[in-house]
T-cell receptor, first 118, second 114 residues
């Protein structure tokens, strides 16, 4: 079964600085996708960035980048130039590809609360 | 506008009530999901539908009854709930079930059972 672990319950960062949110995963499948979502206090889950298991390049989306280390099974989110609006809960998630035991299930980690200080 | 709309946004119900949560997606997606988010717990997948057919029931108690009349609409019928069922219920959709497609979420229904 797949499992996602986020070991940082809370993180603090100064505005305009970079921050890394950790995520490790466990799967026996070779084909999977890794996702990061942001959840502000309003409750909505906002998709940020995606990394496929076969992608050789780390994914980037604006100020978000994903530090993908396949051998270590880690997929850390890096937010550059933090803004006050980045304060939210961040979730790492994974879904296995066709044929995987957890095909179709998007499994989430426990989340990390990020607070950006002015 | 996320493309996935959930109603109501907030719901307070007694343990003997019957209510329904509604989810609608305008993204042309084929897969839809219900998640439960309790305080201090990871999101729990409840149900998965693909092309209107239920493909996953994650050992959810029968007091939660999903319905998917078409690929655009998903309901969660609630009856005789318990206080521990109070949570944020999130609906999501994706173009397919596969590993390489992101899911888009609605804003959730915050349910309080009294």
């Amino acid at each position: 079964a797949q499992k996602i672990t986020q070991t940082q319950p809370g993180m603090f960062v100064q505005e305009k600085e970079a921050v890394t949110l950790d995520c490790t995963y466990d799967t026996s499948d070779q084909s999977y996708g890794l996702f990061w979502y942001k959840q502000p206090s309003s409750g909505e889950m906002i998709f940020l960035i995606y990394q496929g298991s076969y992608d050789e390049q780390n994914a980037t989306e604006g100020r978000y980048s994903l530090n993908f280390q396949k051998a270590r099974k880690s997929a850390n989110l890096v937010i550059s130039a933090s803004q006050l609006g980045d304060s939210a809960m961040y979730f790492c998630a994974m879904r296995e590809g066709y044929g995987g035991t957890s095909y179709g299930k998007l499994t989430f980690g426990q989340g990390t609360i990020l607070t950006v200080h002015p | 506008e996320t493309g996935v709309t959930q109603t109501p946004r907030h719901l307070v119900m007694g343990m003997t009530n019957k209510k329904s949560l509604k989810c609608e997606q305008h993204l042309g997606h084929n897969a839809m999901y219900w998640y439960k988010q309790s305080a201090k717990k990871p999101l729990e997948l409840m149900f998965v539908y693909n092309f209107k057919e239920q493909t996953e029931n994650n050992s959810v108690p029968s007091r939660f009854s999903p319905e998917c009349p078409n690929s655009s609409h998903l309901f969660l019928h609630l009856h005789t709930l318990q206080p521990e069922d109070s949570a944020l219920y999130l609906c999501a959709s994706s173009s397919k079930l596969g590993g390489f497609t992101e899911a888009f979420f609605g804003q959730g229904t915050r349910l309080t059972v009294v």
